[in-house]
């Protein structure tokens, strides 16, 4: 019986286990922007501009991939209009 490729693959499959717990590193994650067709890297600056977003506009705290996509359209109109400096254009 041979050992050799079930061992391969074993460790494939841990290595894109491991892969997405891995590349988030600083807690940073990436969002794609399909209205503006950009990245956005959403960490503690996006963060802070996302609850800036809710304050200015009247809206109850919730966490992003609970907003309906109405409502994250509306947040890119916003975020597009208060700076670029935070967008991952790679």
């Given at each position: 019986?041979?050992?050799?490729?079930?061992?391969?693959?074993s460790?494939?499959?841990?290595?894109?286990?491991?892969?997405?717990?891995?590349?988030?590193?600083?807690?940073?994650?990436r969002?794609?922007d399909?209205?503006?067709?950009?990245?956005?890297?959403?960490?503690?600056?996006?963060?802070?501009?996302?609850l800036?977003?809710?304050?200015?506009?009247?809206?109850?705290?919730?966490?992003?991939?609970?907003?309906?996509?109405?409502?994250?359209?509306?947040?890119?109109?916003?975020?597009?209009?208060?700076?670029?400096r935070?967008?991952?254009?790679?």
């Open positions: 019986m041979q050992r050799g490729p079930h061992y391969i693959v460790l494939l499959l841990a290595s894109a286990l491991a892969l997405p717990v891995l590349s988030t590193g600083c807690g940073e994650h969002y794609y399909p209205y503006y067709h950009d990245y956005h890297r959403w960490g503690p600056d996006e963060d802070a501009y996302y800036r977003w809710e304050r200015e506009t009247h809206r109850e705290h919730r966490e992003w991939r609970a907003r309906r996509a109405e409502e994250q359209r509306e947040y890119w109109t916003w975020r597009h209009g208060h700076g670029d935070d967008h991952d254009r790679h």
